[in-house]
């Protein structure tokens, strides 16, 4: 629902509304009271002679608004008052017009031995008799909720309520677009507008009289309209205290407190006796935002593998590059109170089309030729000591030391080229997978395969020791490509 103002003219209704009820009260009692005299004057008509230094006298009822404060025998005092009033409040609010009679009725009477309490009355009248203002009543759903100045007072209020959830320029260009006639410019990427702004809630003003102590400026307005509350609830920090408690206590997630706390983070260290702002946020006004938004997306390719039974497992050729395509996207993005609750794909146009990435592998298998790929060469086991320096030397592979059972096992197809003792590996085997790879197993306690040996990925070929320059059994493990030492780390499966 739109921020469309129910704006009466005449300021003065509302005013004269209630003095049309006073005025039939006053009728009412203006009758009884005329009922009275006369009831009285005929009976005086037959008094005896010895009463008659009794007498009608005037008095003066007093009422604020409906309520009745008491009898007078003078209006003298009561004009004193309302005086006093209004020049102690023109001096706090300079800026009003001050009114202290607009509730106040006075009803006079003829009585016969009327008896009056006027220092009772008047006390009672000084304590309730309030001065007024004109003034402009912010209304949601028809509900008075805030009390400003005027109405530019009120139109400010709306527009810094607008202003909480878009920025000027915003708010000033979605005005001028609400003006042109016809379609708007189309977005440029990665531009965006706002399409549209309502008031949720039906809000409207009227003029009214009110205290001006009740009078609201256009920031405590809208924080009324935003939290549903002047005041902010705050809350001491006490032994123990962490966020997430205090949130939970005040019914409000840790994120939603962090909100009203911007000076706290997730880390912050809570002190104790520190105010932290607990308000819970009842909005009376829902602001609802539609942004329009345009941006140009990429269009994921296609990654397609085809097979090559003339290429050897574990080559592989780029045939296609792939490319992403383009595409623009237009958007709405719905938001209520700053919160984003939709987001629809209002319209899409293609730019250009992706470009699939073709790979091809080959898919021909000998056992002397690795896949190219290499499993881990023990059951299982941990990395005791990884490639790098150490000891002031550098290790030129891993150390894999307690596996469930001490197998060693080819780590890819290929042909056995070295077996036996060398040195500081103690029991070493090599294997040349024929691809330009080429691995080594070392510190054996023994060996089972032989030089010229074909041996498949996962075959059996020794048993782990400690041979050599070793501390313990483990296996030492190395990758050499094209004579170079690679991390096996990099490779193993």
């Not at 129910?6 to 004269?16: G, L, M, S, V």
């Not at 009114?99 to 009355?121: C, H, M, R, W, Y």
């Amino acid at each position: 629902m739109s921020s469309k103002r129910n704006i009466k003219k005449d300021f003065t209704k509302q005013h004269n509304t209630l003095s049309l009820i006073k005025n039939k009260n006053n009728l009412i009692k203006k009758i009884a009271a005329t009922a009275l005299f006369s009831t009285l004057t005929l009976t005086l008509g037959f008094v005896h002679e010895s009463n008659a230094e009794e007498s009608i006298q005037k008095i003066y009822h007093i009422y604020v608004g409906d309520s009745y404060i008491g009898a007078v025998s003078d209006t003298d005092a009561v004009q004193k008052i309302v005086e006093e009033k209004e020049s102690e409040a023109s001096k706090k609010y300079k800026e009003y017009s001050i009114d202290a009679k607009s509730n106040l009725s006075i009803i006079p009477e003829q009585a016969f031995n009327p008896v009056t309490n006027d220092s009772k009355t008047l006390d009672q009248l000084n304590k309730e008799l309030t001065v007024q203002v004109d003034a402009f009543a912010l209304q949601v759903d028809g509900k008075p909720v805030a009390y400003l100045k005027d109405l530019s007072e009120y139109d400010e209020a709306i527009r810094l309520l607008k202003l909480e959830y878009v920025s000027e320029k915003q708010l000033k260009e979605l005005e001028a677009n609400e003006l042109v006639q016809g379609e708007l410019p189309k977005l440029k990427n990665g531009e965006t507008r706002v399409h549209e702004l309502e008031l949720i809630e039906k809000v409207s003003g009227d003029s009214t009289k009110i205290n001006p102590a009740k009078i609201l400026t256009p920031k405590e307005a809208v924080k009324v309209l935003k939290t549903g509350s002047l005041e902010e609830e705050t809350y001491k920090v006490k032994s123990g205290d962490v966020l997430g408690s205090i949130a939970r206590d005040h019914s409000l997630t840790t994120k939603e407190l962090l909100k009203l706390n911007p000076n706290l983070t997730a880390d912050s260290l809570l002190q104790i006796g520190q105010e932290i702002n607990v308000t819970v946020e009842k909005p009376l006004v829902n602001v609802e935002v539609v942004y329009e938004k345009s941006r140009i997306q990429n269009i994921s390719f296609e990654k397609v593998v085809k097979e090559d039974p003339d290429m050897f497992k574990g080559e592989k050729v780029v045939k296609q590059e792939g490319a992403y395509g383009k595409k623009e996207v237009s958007y709405l993005i719905k938001e209520v109170n700053g919160n984003r609750t939709q987001k629809n794909v209002t319209d899409e146009t293609i730019l250009s089309e992706p470009k699939d990435s073709i790979t091809v592998v080959g898919s021909k298998v000998i056992s002397s030729r690795g896949l190219g790929s290499f499993n881990w060469p023990t059951a299982g086991g941990y990395i005791s000591s990884g490639m790098g320096e150490r000891w002031g030397a550098f290790h030129q592979g891993i150390d894999i030391a307690r596996p469930s059972n001490y197998n060693i096992k080819a780590a890819d197809n290929g042909v056995v080229t070295f077996t036996g003792w060398d040195g500081s590996y103690g029991n070493k085997i090599v294997i040349n997978h024929n691809n330009g790879y080429e691995t080594v197993y070392a510190h054996l306690s023994q060996i089972d395969v032989s030089v010229g040996q074909v041996v498949p990925q996962g075959s059996v070929i020794g048993i782990m020791g400690t041979t050599g320059n070793s501390t313990g059994i483990h296996l030492h493990f190395e990758v050499h490509k094209n004579g170079s030492y690679v991390n096996p780390l990099s490779l193993l499966n």
